[in-house]
């Protein structure tokens, strides 16, 4: 059985940051890519950042140069540092990653339990 594990949201006020980590764990093949995505009261789960085992990077617009994506692929482990937070980043924040399992020839998405972050002064 596979579990993404997210951890390190909280509450910060503008300007701040915080750093989101994600771990993958058990019996896991592969994993391709791995990404963090959000979802606001209200709004539909967005791309934030993913990153590819080679360590191709994609943004979303709205988080291009403050947050940076990064990863591990000994840990099976997923960064996103987050800088010069706003108020419009407050959000659950979803860890994903597209891996495949021992004993299976297909990736599938995974997800985590997500975690809150929230910006306010």
């Known amino acids: 059985q596979v579990q993404l594990v997210e951890s390190g949201g909280g509450f910060v006020q503008p300007g701040g940051s915080l750093r989101l980590s994600c771990a993958a764990s058990g019996s896991i093949f592969s994993i391709y890519t791995m990404g963090w995505y959000r979802q606001a009261p209200g709004s539909q789960r967005e791309l934030v950042a993913v990153i590819t085992s080679g360590g191709s990077t994609n943004y979303a617009d709205s988080v291009k140069g403050r947050f940076t994506i990064s990863r591990d692929n000994a840990k099976n482990t997923v960064y996103l540092q987050m800088n010069s937070l706003k108020p419009e980043d407050t959000a659950v924040y979803y860890c994903?990653?597209?891996?495949?399992?021992?004993?299976?020839?297909?990736?599938?998405?995974?997800w985590g339990q997500g975690t809150q972050v929230s910006v306010s002064s």
């Open positions: 994903n990653a597209d891996l495949r399992p021992h004993g299976s020839i297909w990736f599938n998405d995974y």
